[in-house]
T-cell receptor, first 113, second 114 residues
Framework: NAGVTQTPKFQVLKTGQSMTLQCAQDMNHEYMSWYRQDPGMGLRLIHY???????DQGEVPNGYNVSRSTTEDFPLRLLSAAPSQTSVYFC????????????FGSGTRLTVV | DQQVKQNSPSLSVQEGRISILNCDYTNSMFDYFLWYKKYPAEGPTFLISISSIKDKNEDGRFTVFLNKSAKHLSLHIVPSQPGDSAVYFC?????????????FGTGTRLQVFP
């Protein structure tokens, strides 16, 4: 049971480049979300999905795009990378109403230069 | 506007003593609260949760207290151990309003020294 798998673990981008952060879970969880962690800011919600074909914005959605074509995958797209998007990104998933909260991936450390 | 606040960025406690981590929230729609623990270079891991119908939940050395009138929750760790040294995040959601969206605080770094 792999849980939540994020790829890549590290990435360096130039300003203006685009890329996709991958997230896959094998627990058949309906709920998936993306967070970014910045010093002093905690974990901030970017986008989330309550099931295949359904996505919605979180607290800091600007500059990011998501889609959920399958239950397992929830990729995060950076449309035109900016230095302000330098951060650690976490993907998470859960059953709806789980008492155990989310299962998180190990993160992707992104640097935009 | 920060809906979930952890006002202490860091806490240092001696091994064997009690660690108390605090969290305040502003959104009265929140009805489910969780604590997560995070080690460097790892994702957060679930620690303990509490529903708004309760005011206390225990799991081994960890106890979470909820004071709804004050919009305040706290995590007690007794006794504290060096392996508890990590960043602790509190989080809240509004399940009654049909969302499992979790809003996190900024985190408190706990250091347990011998």
């Amino acid at each position: 049971n792999a849980g939540v798998t994020q790829t890549p673990k590290f990435q360096v981008l130039k300003t203006g480049q685009s890329m996709t952060l991958q997230c896959a879970q094998d627990m058949n969880h309906e709920y998936m979300s993306w967070y970014r962690q910045d010093p002093g800011m905690g974990l901030r919600l970017i986008h989330y999905s309550v099931g295949a074909g359904i996505t919605d914005q979180g607290e800091v959605p600007n500059g990011y795009n998501v889609s959920r074509s399958t239950t397992e995958d929830f990729p995060l797209r950076l449309l035109s990378a900016a230095p302000s998007q330098t951060s650690v990104y976490f993907c998470a998933s859960s059953y709806w109403g789980s008492d155990y909260g989310y299962t998180f991936g190990s993160g992707t450390r992104l640097t935009v230069v | 506007d920060q809906q979930v606040k952890q006002n202490s960025p860091s806490l240092s406690v001696q091994e064997g003593r009690i660690s108390i981590l605090n969290c305040d929230y502003t959104n009265s729609m929140f009805d489910y609260f969780l604590w997560y623990k995070k080690y460097p270079a790892e994702g957060p891991t679930f620690l303990i949760s509490i529903s708004s119908i309760k005011d206390k939940n225990e799991d081994g050395r960890f106890t979470v207290f909820l004071n709804k009138s004050a919009k305040h929750l706290s995590l007690h760790i007794v006794p504290s151990q060096p392996g508890d040294s990590a960043v602790y995040f509190c989080a809240a959601s509004a399940r009654t309003y049909n969302t499992d969206k979790l809003i996190f605080g900024t985190g408190t770094r706990l250091q347990v020294f011998p």
